[in-house]
């Protein structure tokens, strides 16, 4: 593969150079080379049979012609490139003669609808559960072009799944006082204290969310010349906290809360999920007592009482046997399913983080470790911030999303 149509097929479906090496190349009805991988994982193809609108009998053929063999991950497979359709000579449609028959439909396993040879359009919430939690490389990578309390700025279109939480105030306007994770297209991952109980009657009502944003005081974000897709917002269907949180108790604990959008959203650079640690391999492990992880939101700064653009910071792992014993002295309980990070002078998670998210590079990928829950102030010597460990509410987020 050469190294122009490689860095095409990293910036459609997000792969690392690294990870490239495990896919089978392929070519697809246009001849372009791609590599073979889940269509679930294929963002460029996938996006037609989840955009919910009658499929043109182009787009059908192109899907079908574009199936391949021996592909990574879930079956169907497909030879993914930026391609979503037939390129056009001359003004007509270029079909390609595939030397293999192709099969009349495109079934996907465990699913009741039949393919893409039907004249209705597709239910999106038949997919099923193959897509409801992506796997690397459609999580938590890396774009190619790559505030925190005494963080940095972050790269334009870095963590990509940040999203922020948009509330109906008092006087009608709107207010940003949280922040979230994308986890695929429909859910957002978030901390409950940020969808109920006091943030209702101190801020107001959770009525959307802003995906793709970077800095919030501009309508496009552009970065050396660079310019981002244009953020969208998007409504809130439906909140789910957490059935035993109680935001009346101090400790928080089962911080954690599922918001699911009005519609599914389009991955693009700026807007992709990031990984649970029960996707990646040996992420399922906890790191231990020093690790390096990330946090990322628009919250508090040392200068500024909210960030305008998205901060980043390295906090590492605390010991859980020592948060859980300086905590213990302010009557505060903290359990194993949450985690503690940071504990550096002037270098925390902050006012406005919450609900962010607490991040491991891992194997190739971002991996959520824990939601901003609470802490002691900002940024005190030898006090870390608490998060909700999300590998202990798998089961949870799993049994909830549909």
Same mark, same amino acid.
Not at 8 to 13: A, D, E, N, P
Not at 179 to 200: D, F, K, P, W
Not at 330 to 347: K, L, M, P
């Given at each position: ?15 690392? !150079? ?34 919910? /609108? ?23 497979? @497909? ?55 992506? *796997? ?11 505030? %925190? ?33 994308? %986890? ?6 978030? !901390? ?6 006091? %943030? ?15 800095? %919030? ?8 010349? @660079?310019?981002?897709?244009? !953020?969208?917002? @998007? ?36 807007? *992709?999920?990031? &990984?649970?640690?029960? @996707? ?15 946090? /990322? ?42 985690? &503690?990070?940071?504990?550096?002078? !002037? ?56």
């Amino acid at each position: 593969m050469n190294r122009s149509v490689m860095l095409t097929v990293i910036s459609v479906i997000g792969l690392s !150079a690294v990870s490239l090496a495990q896919f089978s190349s392929c070519r697809n009805p246009n001849f372009n080379e791609g590599v073979c991988i889940s269509i679930y994982e294929c963002d460029s193809l996938i996006s037609l049979v989840t955009s919910g /609108a009658r499929m043109r009998e182009t787009d059908r053929r192109f899907l079908k012609d574009s199936q391949c063999t021996n592909g990574f991950g879930r079956p169907p497979f @497909v030879c993914c490139t930026p391609d979503t359709g037939y390129r056009r000579t001359g003004g007509s449609f270029f079909f390609s003669q595939n030397p293999e028959p192709n099969p009349t439909r495109f079934s996907f396993p465990g699913q009741s609808f039949g393919g893409f040879q039907g004249q209705q359009p597709v239910n999106r919430r038949n997919l099923g559960r193959s897509i409801d939690l992506p *796997r690397p490389p459609s999580c938590g990578g890396i774009s190619i072009e790559n505030k %925190i309390y005494g963080g940095e700025d972050s790269d334009l279109n870095e963590f990509p799944w940040m999203v922020l939480l948009e509330y109906k105030k008092k006087n009608g306007g709107l207010g940003l006082n949280c922040a979230g994770s994308l %986890i695929n297209q429909r859910y957002v991952l978030t !901390a409950a204290h940020c969808v109920t109980g006091s %943030i209702e009657s101190q801020v107001g009502k959770l009525i959307s969310v802003r995906l793709g944003e970077h800095d %919030i005081s501009s309508k496009v974000d552009c970065e050396n010349g @660079v310019c981002a897709q244009q !953020a969208i917002r @998007v409504g809130v269907e439906e909140v789910i906290p957490h059935h035993s949180y109680d935001d009346r108790a101090q400790d928080r604990h089962n911080d954690i809360a599922l918001i699911r959008m009005d519609r599914d959203v389009l991955y693009t650079k700026s807007i *992709r999920p990031v &990984c649970l640690p029960s @996707v990646v391999s040996g992420a399922s492990v906890s790191p231990q007592p020093g690790t390096t992880l990330t946090v /990322a939101g628009w919250g508090r700064t040392l200068r500024t009482p909210k960030s305008l653009k998205k901060q980043k910071l390295n906090v590492p792992l605390f010991s859980q046997s020592e948060c859980r014993r300086k905590f213990a002295a302010r009557n505060v309980d903290i359990t194993e399913f949450q985690v &503690c990070a940071g504990g550096n002078y !002037a270098e925390d998670s902050c006012d406005g983080d919450s609900g962010g998210p607490l991040m491991r590079f891992q194997e190739n990928a971002w991996v959520i470790e824990g939601i901003v829950s609470f802490g002691v102030k900002c940024g005190l010597q030898g006090w870390p911030a608490v998060h909700t460990r999300v590998s202990s509410y798998d089961n949870w987020i799993r049994s909830t999303i549909r």
